[in-house]
């Protein structure tokens, strides 16, 4: 259950209450796409750095190790050890974007793995069973994510087959969770609004999905190819015809600006690589801008990356130290980067909730922006 707790502007303040724990949102889930952080973060290290949520992707996960094989290990949390709440994405994001020769039928998708190639067959129930199989906390609805230069006819298609499939995810989804087998009965459901840049086609399939009533409603297809401007502006145009009383996920969004444009706009719920990918090439956040380790300037310097920053890495080591570490590629270099930049964007959403608690977030974010914006020292 969702509880609106705040409103500045469209800015929301809310907390989501599920069967793994209650989230306060914004909140930015930290992804682990085949159960694990990429960069040997542990869950043990999730709990130290504020994570909230862990997001896995059930493409990655139903082709190893295997959906039934983490079944029968009990479901996600279990295998993995993390007891918070787990949103799975569908399938979809990675059956469009991995796979060569794909099919796409009103059923589903035919794909070829790749791993190795084997022909695997996809639709709105396969991916609710998978995800029922993994037994996350949140789970999403199985859509097509239309390139974002995709021309009209092509989009309304299929946002149309999207909205079909969204129907057919949620009638599977209340059969799965009444079956005796199932881990987790409870799991949430979150529809995905589509429609590529046009933002009529985005607000009547807004109009059209909120009827189903769902847990959640997500912004998908952004974050593919088009402009910042233009995501803003699809932000703008489409979030108001979603429930307000019901979180948002902008999905696969993005840089800490983003993500403030995306608060702004009304989004609870973000989700990005970035944070993780930078950390494992030396890229680091700091509130005033980001910095590369491996730059030469860092050889002697014994300051940690953040002052004041609590995360593992600032709180014994030293830039010059990690600077070591990455350039002779021991593994504690790339992981120190990555608790340090996802501590960074966990410690912000703590910050933008606090500042909405207070009502002060349109500051807040102009401050935070215009220290970010600074060249680094
Ligand atoms: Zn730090």
Redesign the pocket.
């Known amino acids: 259950m969702y509880r609106l707790l705040k409103q500045e502007g469209r800015a929301k303040r809310g907390e989501l209450v599920t069967v793994h724990g209650t989230v306060q949102t914004p909140v930015f889930m930290n992804v682990g796409t085949v159960a694990a952080i990429k960069g040997a973060v542990s869950t043990g290290d999730l709990e130290q750095i504020k994570t909230q949520v862990q997001l896995s992707n059930t493409y990655h996960l139903h082709v190893r190790p295997g959906d039934k094989i983490v079944k029968q290990l009990g479901g996600l949390h279990k295998f993995m050890s993390w007891d918070k709440p787990i949103l799975t994405d569908s399938g979809g994001f990675q059956v469009f974007s991995l796979s060569t020769l794909r099919k796409i039928k009103e059923e589903g998708v035919y794909f070829n793995s790749h791993i190795d190639g084997r022909k695997i067959f996809m639709g709105p129930e396969e991916s609710m069973q998978i995800q029922s199989n993994l037994a996350s906390t949140i789970a999403m609805a199985f859509d097509e994510c239309a390139p974002a230069k995709a021309e009209r006819g092509y989009v309304e298609n299929s946002v149309a087959r999207t909205t079909r499939w969204l129907e057919r995810c949620k009638t599977e989804m209340s059969r799965l969770n009444g079956l005796a087998d199932t881990i987790n009965k409870k799991q949430l459901l979150f529809g995905i609004n589509q429609g590529a840049i046009y933002a009529d086609i985005r607000i009547e399939h807004a109009k059209r999905i909120r009827e189903l009533d769902l847990d959640g409603y997500a912004v998908g297809g952004l974050a593919v190819g088009e402009t910042h401007e233009e995501m803003y502006h699809i932000l703008d145009e489409t979030v108001p015809y979603l429930p307000a009383d019901k979180p948002t996920y902008l999905m696969g969004v993005g840089t800490p600006a983003n993500i403030l444009e995306g608060v702004e706009r009304g989004i609870d719920f973000f989700d990005c690589v970035y944070p993780s990918r930078n950390g494992r090439h030396g890229h680091l956040y700091t509130n005033q801008g980001k910095i590369n380790l491996f730059n030469a300037k860092f050889e002697l310097d014994d300051r940690?990356?953040?002052e004041g920053?609590?995360?593992p890495?600032?709180s014994r080591y030293s830039r010059a130290y990690i600077r070591h570490l990455l350039k002779a590629k021991e593994m504690l270099g790339m992981r120190l980067c990555v608790l340090?930049n996802l501590?960074?964007y966990n410690t912000m959403m703590e910050e933008i909730r606090d500042s909405l608690d207070r009502g002060e977030f349109s500051s807040y974010k102009k401050a935070k922006l215009e220290g970010m914006s600074r060249p680094a020292e």
Do not use: S, V
């Open positions: 940690p990356i953040e920053c609590g995360c890495a600032c340090h501590y960074f």
